[in-house]
């Protein structure tokens, strides 16, 4: 092809037509301009599709991390429901308005200082972010919801302040508390094993008595409403899972 336009205008300057051979040169050279600019059209919609194929991958990696984060939350939802279920029978016990038994109630207030924490499963949306993507997501609210999605840690911090209040109380200052009740081993309050200890049976320390104890009762009206905000931030975490999930879905099916 090369040899053949060269030949023309070989042919048309020893022909002495400078007009047309300027005139046919001027053409070559709009021809090869006219071919680059298609490659480099083909180019940008062969990346622009190549990006959108990838933001689909990582948005559809999202969900499945979506998917992830909400089996974990609808296990602590169960996990300290319980809790916040026990710390109001101990309260209750106390109050005369409900009896339980003594294994019940010690069960209820060891349970409270267990803890489980919450992180987000965000290894799709780091890539998402960090490549730029994120900006070629058509649906401007979409991208912001998952920009709020996954900045947002009023989860995280409500059980990280509830690890504190449950790691601060102290047992030394409650002096009915028999120590060895702590390693107990059942399935509700697992430690360490106890078959080196000579334990009892049966809760050694009279919690009934126990929880009269002003710190014991404080401690437990404390947690009580750290548990409830946990447990509300839970709920909250839970819906916005369903909602952005439910979004990414509708934009991939678009």
């Known amino acids: 092809m090369i040899s053949f336009f060269r030949k023309i205008r070989q042919k048309l300057l020893s022909q002495n037509r400078v007009t047309r051979y300027l005139a046919y040169a001027i053409g070559e050279i709009v021809l090869v301009v006219i071919g680059i600019l298609i490659a480099l ?31 974990r939350i609808e296990f602590l939802l169960t996990y300290y429901g319980e809790i916040t279920d026990g710390v109001q029978k101990i309260l209750l016990t106390y109050q005369g308005k409900e009896q339980h038994s003594n294994e019940n109630l010690g069960k209820y207030f060891l349970n409270s200082f267990e803890f489980r924490k919450f992180s987000k499963f965000n290894t799709s949306y780091q890539a998402l972010y960090v490549s730029g993507l994120l900006q070629e997501i058509t649906d401007k609210k979409l991208a912001e919801d998952i920009i709020t999605y996954y900045t947002k840690q009023y989860l995280e911090w409500s059980l990280e302040i509830y690890q504190q209040k449950a790691g601060a109380f102290n047992f030394n200052h409650t002096t009915q508390f028999y120590p060895l009740d702590k390693l107990q081993g059942r399935s509700e309050y697992k430690s360490i094993p106890n078959f080196r200890l000579d334990l009892e049976k049966e809760f050694t320390t009279d919690f009934k008595e126990f929880i009269k104890e002003p710190e014991v009762l404080n401690f437990l009206v404390d947690l009580l409403h750290q548990s409830d905000l946990v447990f509300s931030n839970l709920k909250s975490y839970q819906e ?15």
Do not use: M
């Open 240 to 254: 916005s899972n369903q909602i952005l999930s439910e979004q990414i879905q509708n934009y991939i099916e678009q």
């Open 41 to 71: 059209q083909i180019n940008i919609q062969k990346e622009a599709a190549d990006q959108k194929n990838e933001t689909k991958q990582l948005l559809i990696g999202i969900q499945g991390d979506l998917k992830l984060e909400a089996e």
